[in-house]
C-alpha cells in the first residue's frame, strides 16, 4: 500500500497562484504519479501524470500548470498559476501500483489515492 497524503490547498484570487504537495509513504522514482481534479457532481478529470520525467497535462491547464516531483522527498507537487474560477474543485494525488506500464490521464490507470485538498478560487 502506498499511502499519499496531499496539502496546500486553499483559497485564493483568480489570476492567483497555488501550490500543491503530495508526500507519498514508497518511492516516487520511476512511479506514474497524478493530480486528478473531481467537481462535485462530476467525474474525477485527470489534471497531470509524470513519470521519468515524460508529463502529460489536460488541455484545461496546459501552459497554466505545472507537476513535478522531488524523489528525495518522495514528494509530487502542482504548481498552478493563472488560476480560474473553474479550477476550483478538490485535488487528489495518485500513483501507480508497482508494474511499469503506460502513465496516462486516466483514472484507471493509477491504483492509489490521496485523500484530496480543496482548492478555492474567487473571482
Known amino acids: 500500500q502506498v499511502q499519499l497524503v496531499e496539502s496546500g490547498g486553499g483559497s485564493v484570487q483568480a489570476g492567483g497562484s497555488l501550490t500543491l504537495s503530495c508526500k507519498a509513504s514508497?518511492?516516487?522514482?520511476?512511479?506514474?504519479m497524478a493530480w486528478f481534479r473531481q467537481t462535485a457532481g462530476q467525474e474525477r478529470e485527470g489534471v497531470a501524470t509524470?513519470?521519468?520525467?515524460?508529463?502529460i497535462y489536460a488541455d484545461s491547464v496546459k501552459g497554466r500548470f505545472t507537476i513535478s516531483v522531488d524523489n528525495a522527498k518522495n514528494t509530487l507537487y502542482l504548481q498552478m498559476n493563472s488560476l480560474k474560477p473553474e479550477d476550483s474543485t478538490t485535488y487528489y494525488c495518485?500513483?501507480?501500483?508497482?508494474?511499469?506500464?503506460?502513465?496516462?490521464?486516466?483514472?484507471?490507470?493509477?491504483?492509489?489515492w490521496g485523500k484530496g485538498t480543496l482548492v478555492t478560487i474567487s473571482p
Open positions: 495518485a500513483a501507480q501500483g508497482p508494474v511499469d506500464g503506460s502513465c496516462p490521464l486516466l483514472e484507471s490507470a493509477l491504483r492509489y
Open positions: 514508497q518511492t516516487t522514482r520511476g512511479r506514474c
Open positions: 509524470l513519470r521519468n520525467g515524460a508529463m
